[in-house]
């Protein structure tokens, strides 16, 4: 690991693996995970490519700068263009998943000209997740966590009921437990680390996307029914069909707001995939890159 110091006054643990002369695949991991996320991808990927994985803003032993507007999407886009210039990496190939892949698609759309292809994994375009956190009951219901996450008194709750049990009730139980258990004892490591609940939180609750209670008559923002940009670059999207809080139908539509997209469906997989199927996904991922 590398503590690296980037133009945007934050500085990131860096997990880097491969030949940096090799083209760049960049790796950014979501809630409440940490650069392990891609435990299983790094050794396969880094055959050929330069990987580079960072513990972004909040998380880990990154910094945790204080204040709910630190987290707001385009500050961790910002980190992931400064990642990439400190590599000096021009274009890059971004992979990412959950949180990570909320930033990913806004880079895409910000910075099409850094990102040269797009592979996504359990994490929703933004145009089609608020419109289905509205319009569909059943997406609605499986996003109330992202009200209790938003909550100020969550991390009170925590205190008290300690992070161990914690890691119990909550993550644990979304997981199969033949998985999760060896890797316990290093998310405890990384959510005990001083202010870190509050900054990975704090992600929610700075993001703009409407979740309302399931008998809230919601006001409808205007651009969820203008014409949204394209995401152009090739896009591969790998969905585990068992996730319970983003369900298959954010994969509705997909193919009007992408340009060159390749969904692929892992259907004995959760929310967790790029660990709880790292055969499938790797093995998808190849299979992409060598048609484009």
């Known amino acids: 690991m590398q503590h690296i110091a980037l133009s945007t006054g934050i500085s990131l643990d860096v997990a880097t693996a491969g030949d940096p002369a090799h083209p760049a695949m960049i790796f950014l991991h ?7 996320t891609w435990r299983h991808q790094f050794p396969d990927f880094a055959r050929d490519h330069f990987c580079i994985a960072p513990d972004q803003r ?5 910094d945790k700068p204080q204040g709910v507007d630190q987290y707001t999407p385009e500050k961790p886009v910002a980190d992931l263009i ?4 400190h590599f000096a990496v021009d274009r890059f190939t971004l992979v990412a998943h ?3 892949g909320a930033i990913a698609w806004m880079a895409a759309l910000r910075h ?12 929703p375009h933004p145009l ?11 997406q609605r219901a499986a996003s109330q966590y992202i009200r209790a996450f938003r909550n100020p008194e969550l991390e009170g709750h925590i205190d008290r009921i300690g992070l161990d049990v914690f890691f119990d009730t909550s993550f644990a139980k979304h997981v199969d437990p033949a998985l999760i258990a060896p890797e316990k004892a290093a998310y405890l490591d990384e959510w005990s680390q001083p202010g870190a609940i509050t900054a990975m939180l704090n992600w929610y609750r700075a993001s703009a996307i409407q979740v309302p209670e399931m008998d809230e008559a919601a006001a409808r923002a205007p651009f969820l029914d203008a014409p949204f940009p394209p995401v152009t670059m090739p896009t591969l999207v790998i969905w585990g069909m068992h996730d319970r809080a983003l369900l298959p139908c954010q994969l509705d539509g997909l193919d009007a707001l992408v340009s060159n997209l390749t969904v692929v469906r892992i259907e004995d997989a959760g929310h967790f995939v790029p660990w709880e199927k790292p055969e499938a996904v790797n093995a998808a991922i190849r299979d992409w890159l060598a048609a484009n």
């Open 112 to 123: 099409p000209e850094r990102i040269e292809r797009l592979i996504i994994l359990n994490a």
């Open 82 to 85: 400064a990642l990439a210039d």
């Open 128 to 138: 089609i997740f608020q419109r289905s956190v509205l319009d569909d009951p059943a």
């Open 58 to 62: 909040g998380f880990a032993r990154s």
């Open 98 to 100: 959950d949180w990570g």
């Open 30 to 36: 979501g809630f409440p995970e940490s650069h392990r």
